[in-house]
């Protein structure tokens, strides 16, 4: 009864170590997208500035990302579409928008200022730009 033991238990871990290798490996092989924004200045001597939106897909599957939009400071959301071949990324590859205050990114038709950013992929799967609030604050000029 001894040896048996043993290999019984050996076998658990094993079996263990291979389920939590085949998730952490599941977990990788799949798009992830992060989104991030920043404030850049236009130039070294100008007072001006805009609001540069960038996504990166980290992830090993290409994403699709179909729109890009805003949530409204009256509650409402829009987005523009974006061309199939520059919304497709593939693993570490890039898309990035250039925004400037009163831009149709930034106002809705009504004429509301964006608090927000997001993108969608094809996947209808909703990915959030980090520091956009913060940022859209900053260039609409409310700090």
């Given amino acids: 009864m001894g040896i048996s033991l043993y290999l019984s238990i050996g076998a658990i871990i094993i079996a263990s170590i291979s389920l ?68 497709r990324l593939t693993e570490n590859e890039k898309y990035e928008i250039t925004i400037r205050a009163g831009d149709s990114d930034t106002m809705s038709p009504d004429g509301e200022e964006a608090i927000d950013f997001w993108f969608e992929d094809t996947l209808g799967r909703r990915y959030k730009v980090k520091n956009a609030k913060e940022n859209l604050k900053k260039l609409w000029g409310k700090n």
Avoid: C
């Fill in 20 to 87: 939590f290798w085949s998730i952490y490996l599941g977990y990788r092989d799949r798009g992830n997208i992060k989104a991030t924004s920043k404030i850049s200045y236009d130039g070294p001597d100008s007072k001006y500035f805009h609001l540069q939106v960038k996504t990166v897909n980290y992830g090993r599957r290409p994403v699709i990302l179909s729109m890009f939009g805003a949530d409204y400071s009256d509650g409402t959301r829009g987005g523009t579409y974006i061309e199939k071949e520059s919304g």
